[in-house]
């Protein structure tokens, strides 16, 4: 049976490039050897290396305009530690939106001061806070673009007077943004470019070179960029995959089509969450997120039920985290409209059932 794949992550990669993936681990390319046994040094994958970095700036709309990409390890979880090593003199200003937000703050004051420049805790984040000012004297601005757990995704994001830095762990790719508004963006790669293991940074230069600190060479921006993305032997299969699906999102039309297809989805799933009786959205309505829609049972006692249809209806990664509890729909790019249906389409029986 075909199964729905709502998983918030690792999650869902399009069908096509999970194929090519599997024939590169078999053999790349016709060369008699597997993309797994050749020598990240050797022009095979110097070549898959460039063109991903390559098309990252390219789908973001940001070549030359002073921007390099790196396909770097350690998750988005060491990009919390390399801003702070990179960027953090004195003082820098966070926005408080979830536990990414709460764990990138945390990892950065180790290094100096850390302001929460706004906070949705207060309501256990269920949106985004709004009016905060941005202090021009700090050294950086940081922000999640998408808060993967609590699903409210920032809309419009403020005119930062300071250089920007953007978590976009769970929507990269998804949605049409003036990305030169930032001077940094990180996001693994495991939702919404390929398999975990690498994580994208696509950083200002120019930003670069302002801390006192002495910076251990591989979490130095700088030294990354010098060095091509290749400090250390590369994940090669996770850097290849995500260069794949780069490809796939290129063909399709870039993130303006893919934008057009994750509106529809999310339209689809939240129309049903306000129709239908028996479920309540978790995040106020303004600040919902396209990529995770989170919501619960109105009543606890269908959940048994609801749960079996969801099985036999082969949809898959629904539950909620355990700081929401409910359900959680995650909608990468990979996840077609169809499957959003068949959800939409369960939760309509439940309706007529209960
Ligand atoms: N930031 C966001 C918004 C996330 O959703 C996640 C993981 O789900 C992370 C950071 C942590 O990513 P990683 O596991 O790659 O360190």
Redesign the pocket.
């Known amino acids: 049976m075909k199964i729905h794949n709502f998983s918030?992550?690792p999650s869902i990669l399009p069908q096509e490039v999970l194929k090519k993936a599997s024939e590169a681990v078999i053999e790349y390319n016709n060369i008699g050897m597997s993309l797994l046994e050749i020598s990240h040094r050797s022009k095979h994958f110097v070549d898959v290396m460039e063109n991903a970095r390559a098309l990252a700036l390219e789908l973001l709309g940001l070549e030359g305009k002073g921007y390099k990409a790196l396909f770097l390890q350690?998750?988005?979880?060491?990009?919390?530690v390399m801003v702070a090593l990179n960027l953090l003199e004195k003082r820098a200003g966070y926005l408080n939106t979830?536990?990414?937000?709460e764990?990138?703050i945390q990892e950065a004051k180790i290094y100096d001061d850390i302001h929460e420049v706004a906070s949705s805790k207060d309501a256990n984040y269920n949106y985004i806070p709004k009016g905060y000012s941005i202090p021009k004297d700090y050294d950086y601005f940081h922000c999640?673009?998408?808060?993967?757990?609590f699903g409210t995704q920032i809309k419009q994001f403020p005119d930062s007077p300071i250089p920007m830095v953007c978590?976009?762990?769970?929507?990269i790719f998804s949605r049409q943004l003036d990305f030169s508004k930032f001077d940094l963006i990180y996001?693994?790669?495991?939702?919404n470019m390929g398999p975990?293991g690498t994580?994208l940074v696509v950083v200002k230069e120019d930003i670069l070179g302002k801390v006192s600190r002495k910076i251990p060479s591989i979490m130095d921006y700088k030294v990354q960029i010098e060095k091509s993305s290749m400090f250390n032997t590369p994940p090669v299969f996770a850097v290849y995959t995500s260069m794949l699906t780069l490809e796939w999102l290129k063909n399709l039309g870039g993130i303006k089509a893919i934008e057009k297809v994750n509106e529809m989805k999310s339209r689809v799933i939240y129309s049903e969450i306000d129709l239908n009786p028996l479920f309540k959205g978790y995040a106020v309505k303004e600040d919902r997120s396209m990529m995770n829609a989170t919501f619960t049972l109105a009543n606890d006692d269908l959940k048994e039920t609801f749960d079996t249809m969801l099985k036999e209806a082969g949809i898959s990664g629904l539950s909620g985290h355990r700081s929401v509890g409910g359900y959680r729909a995650s909608m990468y790019n990979a996840l077609s409209l169809d499957s959003v249906k068949a959800l939409v389409e369960v939760m309509s029986e439940l309706e007529t059932k209960a």
């Open positions: 918030a992550g350690g998750g988005a979880s060491m990009q919390f979830g536990t990414w937000s764990n990138a999640t673009s998408n808060n993967t757990i978590d976009m762990s769970s929507d996001a693994g790669a495991q939702k975990a994580t």
